[in-house]
């Protein structure tokens, strides 16, 4: 009996004071992710090689404090990883569209091959040496990269040995 002794003055106590609330999280603006996104891949939502639709507007991401850290999922590309960097932080992947192809088209670009990599845009054109990391016919994305140590871009094949990073 002496166990509960103190319960009622716990309760006044609890009563007594002002109602506790939650303080709101933050969360992560989704339309950020979906920037992001398109940065990455060079691409908007619903193009082939961008992001196949935005990120579901129902997900409730913690705020993030860090930039998104983003990564191409598989071998084949088909979707990013996005990631907080934060410790305990979360991780959403985006799936990308594929161009479609009907029939095998031919191989305009082989894998290890030397290619020109152009960069275009509004009155300017600028090319560079480069090699292929990947196979692919015109029309394609594929990643390149302009010296054995440098990071790959993804191009476009415009024709055999020649591929674009259009600057849109």
Known sequence: MR??????????????GPPLQA????????????????????????????????????????????????????TA????LVSCPDAGGWR???????????????????KGEGVTITVAGDGFSVSQPGEAMDAGAVGTWIRVRTT????PVRARIVRPGLVELPMD
């Open 148 to 151: 054995a140590k440098a990071d």
């Open 77 to 80: 590309q088909t979707s990013v």
């Open 92 to 110: 959403v992947f985006v799936p990308v569209v594929q161009a479609r192809q009907e029939a095998p088209a031919a191989v305009a670009v082989a």
């Open 3 to 16: 166990r509960f002794a103190c319960l009622p003055s716990i309760l006044a106590l609890l009563l007594a």
């Open 23 to 74: 303080a709101p999280l933050a969360a992560t603006n989704l339309a950020l992710i979906d920037n992001a996104v398109a940065a990455f891949t060079g691409q908007p939502i619903g193009v082939p090689g961008g992001a196949a639709q935005p990120v579901d507007r129902r997900l409730r991401l913690a705020a993030c404090s860090a930039p998104f850290a983003l990564a191409w999922h598989g």
